[in-house]
């Protein structure tokens, strides 16, 4: 399986907050977006991606003086990323590895969508799903 499959499946819209936004905005907009990263923008394309995980520590660390500070302060600015054409299987492995839970997917440059943990595992569960399927519907041809 392919990451355009799970494209297809889930859809290819992308949760987007400029680098200078306040980390306020980020928060509203996570809310009213309901869900867990965005990725962040800039004039130049992707400049990074922020997650409630990255809220949460830079509120530990700097308390509620944080929500007035830029998203640029907070996010993570290494950004991986995948084409539609990567398999699930090998972006599940540079997930593992590398513990992160979302990847932007670019094609020729371009945002095209982004994959979550609980995407990939989605797609793992409904593959599951056919091969037993198919194993049954065999079995029963007997």
């Known amino acids: 399986m392919r990451i355009a499959d799970v494209l297809r499946n889930k859809g290819s819209d992308v949760a987007t907050v400029e680098a200078g936004a306040s980390v306020a905005e980020l928060l509203a907009?996570?809310?009213?977006?309901?869900?867990?990263?965005?990725?962040?923008?800039?004039?130049?394309g992707i400049t990074g991606i922020v997650s409630e995980r990255d809220v949460v520590r830079g509120l530990h660390d700097r308390g509620g003086a944080l929500?007035?500070?830029?998203?640029?302060?907070?996010?993570?600015?290494?950004?991986?990323?995948?084409?539609?054409?990567?398999?699930?299987?090998?972006?599940?492995?540079?997930?593992?590895?590398?513990?992160?839970?979302h990847v932007p997917v670019l094609d020729d440059g371009r945002l095209v969508g982004i994959v979550s943990i609980g995407d990939v595992v989605k797609s793992r569960i409904d593959q599951l799903q056919n091969d037993h399927d198919q194993l049954a519907a065999y079995i029963a041809q007997g």
Do not use: F, K, Y
């Not at 907009?29 to 130049?44: D, E, F, I, S």
């Open 29 to 44: 907009a996570l809310a009213g977006r309901n869900v867990g990263a965005m990725v962040v923008t800039g004039p130049g």
């Open 67 to 101: 929500l007035g500070a830029p998203v640029a302060e907070i996010m993570t600015s290494e950004v991986l990323t995948c084409t539609p054409r990567d398999s699930v299987d090998s972006l599940t492995v540079l997930m593992t590895e590398r513990r992160i839970r």
